[in-house]
């Protein structure tokens, strides 16, 4: 295991100069409850990732993105932030959060903090001064309020859907209604008024005064809502939705784009000191969470005064199929081409089914309306899906994300007890959909039972291990049979999916850095081959049958067999030409000099 004793980790921070890091990163999602936990107490914390952060240099990552870590009542796992300024005390204090950035980049890895502008906590000193003012009050022109209509009392001021299910609307003591796109516990800003956008813009501030990276912004799209709150069209035209992908909402962020590039290029000092004030553009990253079927509606929050880059949903909820992969992969570089950014691809997050589950399943897409209970799964095929799936999103032009266990082949844990449950999608269903609390269960360090190495840090000595063993009970509980997914277990092995991750990650750093050449290659119709840089070839084969590989190839990487000269189903390889067919700089693989590959049938 590693741990801060370890010295060999650490690697090069000429990195952290590089303007354009954002476009090819490889950035590691970090939900805090569940990360590591460096006091015993069976949640998550700042300390628990500090003393990680060797294990995350060691896999090669480039920055940590961090869900929320903030004060905050945790009704929507820390999606409901009572204060930007404090660090919940579960995970720690501000002084935590300054260390874990500063560490990080000694390691030389950057650090992403998460932003919730769409709304905050019914605990935010706003909200509470909104309640105790009363209707008609300043305080609540900063929310979205609405008095009851004396000829329906009991109805609400629109029908909107709530984005975890039921209504959008609360009524509060005084009989006025407000207005929240998630939870009641979340109410939504209104942000056409000034307040709420000086006050985002110095959150912004704060953070990057503290050395972090980037900014993630969550539900993106949904800030800015039709003031005249009419009901949703069955078929709203672009720009037309009351409460999604409003135009307004582009003013915001090139207002947000000129704070992040008005801060240095170098993003802080290994030693931890603050970064200065004065930057290079393009070096603090805005990523937006968009999601958004109109690809050009997408794009454009993507132009060059706006954010850096928006996470692609499409790929990740598409099912294992080559047709449905290949579509998503030309219609994504082709949407980002017009704008000059560059695509990110991801697998799954702290919302998402997890892969190995996911594609082990008859219907392998993803839809947050089709979760259900008992869903069953072939956990092996998924974990080979799963494996192949690494190597073809981090061969692809763009950045990478990565949530935490996925490197360590994780399934969701569909067993939790329902009185564990917590995720309000799991209440708001009406105990119809498990919620998302199956992808967010504490991850397994060492050892054979619960915690796993969770609780108690990277600690070596007998008696705290025992100790934490006897009395850590994670927030969360662990199943049973995770010992074989422990990062120990994994960690010296070399067909592990940790050790794939490793390599892939090393690979693509060394052949693909700042690449953004993209070829598609001639291939059977079940079979994705595309050519990247000096001679890379990314071949995945969703085939039933075994293809065979070009003979004037050699392999790189593999997440199956391929030492017979043919790549199993379900699996894929990067390849580069044998040392004396390599070609020259002006002769790489096109869509006219494919890498043939045939189907090879029992």
């Known amino acids: 295991m590693t741990d801060l004793l370890d010295t060999g980790t650490a690697r090069s921070t000429d990195r952290l100069t590089d303007p354009l890091w954002w476009r090819d ?142 209504p959008t609307w609360t009524q509060t003591g005084d009989g006025q209604w407000y207005l929240h796109l998630f939870d009641q516990a979340q109410p ?26 980037g900014v993630r912004i969550d539900s993106a799209a949904l800030l800015v809502k039709d003031r005249e709150l009419p009901e949703v069209p069955e078929r709203p035209a672009p720009g ?10 582009h003013a915001i962020y090139r207002g947000w784009r000129r704070v992040a590039d008005a801060y240095s290029g170098a993003i802080g000092a290994v030693d931890g000191s603050r970064a200065g004030t004065t930057a290079a553009p393009g070096t603090r990253a805005l990523v937006g969470e968009i999601w958004l079927e109109d690809t050009d509606r997408f794009t454009a929050y993507l132009r060059p005064d706006e954010l850096h880059t928006a996470f692609n949903f499409d790929f ?27 695509a990110t691809w991801v697998l799954s997050n702290h919302d998402v089914t997890r892969p190995v589950t996911r594609y082990g399943r008859a219907e392998s897409g993803f839809s947050f309306a089709a979760k ?16 192949a799936a690494a190597l073809l999103t981090a061969a692809l032009p763009g950045s990478l ?33 498990p919620g998302r609390d199956g992808c967010r269960v ?45 990062v120990e277990a994994q960690e010296h092995d070399p067909d592990s999916m940790l050790a794939l991750y490793r390599e892939a990650i090393r690979i693509r750093r060394e052949r693909l850095h700042h690449d953004e050449s993209f070829a598609w290659l001639s291939s059977e119709e079940e079979v994705l081959a595309f050519a990247r840089g000096d001679g890379f070839v990314c071949v995945v084969n969703l085939s039933r049958h ?32 044998n040392q004396h067919d390599q070609p020259a700089q002006h002769d790489r693989p096109t869509q006219h000099q494919p890498v043939h590959t045939t189907q090879q049938r029992n």
């Open 240 to 249: 037309e939705h009351p409460n999604t992908d409003r135009d307004e909402l």
């Open 442 to 486: 504490p991850l397994p360090w060492s050892g054979t039972e619960p915690p796993y190495g969770f609780s108690g840090g990277a600690r070596r000595d007998a008696t705290a291990t025992a100790q934490v063993r006897a009395t850590a009970r994670t927030w969360l509980p662990q199943p049973a049979d995770w010992a074989t997914h422990t």
């Open 316 to 342: 990740m909820s598409r099912p294992w199929d080559a047709a449905a992969f290949r579509e998503s992969i030309t219609t994504t570089l082709a949407a980002h081409a017009p704008v000059g950014a560059p």
């Open 372 to 387: 259900r209970f008992g869903t069953p799964t072939d956990l092996a095929l998924g974990t080979r899906r799963a494996r």
């Open 25 to 166: 990163a490889v950035i590691y999602e970090i939900y805090p409850r569940s990360f590591a936990d460096g006091n015993g107490d069976g949640t998550g914390d700042l300390e628990g990732v500090r003393q990680r952060l060797p294990y995350l240099a060691a896999l090669g990552v480039d920055a940590i993105w961090f869900t929320p870590w903030y004060a905050s009542p945790l009704a929507d796992g820390g999606y409901d932030v009572a204060d930007y300024r404090r660090v919940h005390p579960d995970f720690g204090t501000l002084e935590d959060a300054e260390s874990v950035i500063a560490n990080a980049l000694a390691l030389g890895i950057r650090t992403i903090v998460d932003v919730v502008p769409n709304h905050v906590s019914r605990d935010h000193e706003w909200f509470r001064q909104a309640i105790a003012a009363g209707p008609g009050s300043p305080e609540r022109e900063r929310f979205w309020f609405r008095d009851v209509d004396p000829a329906h009392p009991d109805s609400r001021p629109t029908d909107w859907t709530s984005n975890f299910g039921g």
């Open 401 to 433: 994300y990565l949530y935490q266990g996925d490197e360590l082949g994780l399934p969701e844990v569909e067993g939790l007890p329902l009185d564990a449950l917590q995720d309000p999608m799991h209440r708001r269903s009406g105990g119809v959909d």
């Open 546 to 577: 075994p293809v065979a590989l070009p003979a004037d190839h050699t392999t790189l990487l593999a997440s199956a067999d391929t030492s017979g000269g043919t790549l199993p189903s379900d699996a894929a390889v990067w390849l580069a030409p």
């Open 188 to 213: 939504d800003l209104n942000w056409d008024h000034p307040d709420v956008r000086r006050e985002h813009e110095s959150i912004l501030r704060f953070w990057l005064d503290r050395g972090v990276a």
